[in-house]
């Protein structure tokens, strides 16, 4: 693919799973490298070593994306400190408790939508102004295939990612005149912490190893697998393609 040098990322949700990979993937690719994270600063630190060690420039910052004022305050920072921004990715997500609509805690459903709906609502409209900027910008939304799925027990989460996905086809059409892309990117099962936790919880797998052999080409989706979709859609061999959603399942859905 085509190099990334001299563009500059922000990837939220960037210090563990796929926000992580997709992090290392575009650092790769020659990208300076911003990862912001909510609590686990001990991971996003590692983050931005692998990716200084990649020879790109990394950089942590620390906000909640669920917070309106720590969004605009992410964006200033962003600004200030690095003076451009022509990648966006949201991929900060935390998942639902799997209650179904009837017991499902009302502080929970407006948790899950702030972080997966509201959050990137802020986020993109205080770093617009930035973006614009920019010959050619793009903002990747990572969703999941739940929204095809809309399972039983799943309300906020898929309530969440619908939201963001129409937040992207909007972004997709009212910014396509600045030079934008955007675009979503669905994955399914994936080897991460949350993943671990699903298959726990839904098919009382201890080791995630053990759903390889009934998962497609033999293993379960890695976060890399999803980070390389991401890395194709910021490059240039993707320059006619925006407001698509690809979805990386294997073909299970």
């Known amino acids: ?73 992410l964006a200033s920072r962003i600004e200030s400190e690095l003076g451009a921004l022509d990648i966006l990715v949201h991929s900060a997500g935390i998942a639902s408790r799997g209650h179904s609509v009837a017991d499902t805690d009302p502080a929970e459903l407006e948790r899950v939508m702030r972080v997966h709906a509201l959050g990137p609502h802020h986020l993109s409209q205080a770093l617009l102004p930035l973006m614009r900027r920019a010959e050619r910008s793009d903002m990747v939304f990572v969703s999941s295939v739940i929204t095809d799925m809309m399972s039983a027990g799943a309300g906020p989460y898929a309530m969440g990612k619908a939201a963001m996905e129409a937040l992207a086809q909007v972004l997709a059409k009212e910014e396509r005149g600045n030079g934008m892309h955007v675009n979503v990117v669905a994955p399914g099962l994936v080897d991460t912490d949350m993943g671990r936790r699903l298959v726990r919880a839904t098919a009382g797998i201890e080791d995630i190893r053990q759903a390889d052999a009934s998962s497609p080409y033999g293993h379960v989706c890695s976060p890399e697998e999803v980070a390389s979709v991401v890395r194709f859609l910021v490059s240039d061999d993707a320059s006619y393609v925006t407001a698509q959603r690809i979805v990386v399942d294997g073909g299970t859905f």
Do not use: Q
């Open 1 to 73: 693919m085509s190099s990334l040098a001299g563009r500059t990322a922000l990837v939220t949700g960037g210090g563990r799973g796929i926000g992580r990979a997709i992090a290392l993937a575009l650092a790769a690719g020659g990208a300076t490298v911003a990862v912001a994270y909510r609590r686990d600063e001990e991971a996003a630190r590692k983050t931005v070593a692998d990716i200084e060690a990649t020879g790109a420039r990394g950089h942590a910052y620390r906000a909640s994306v669920d917070d309106l004022e720590e969004c605009r305050a």
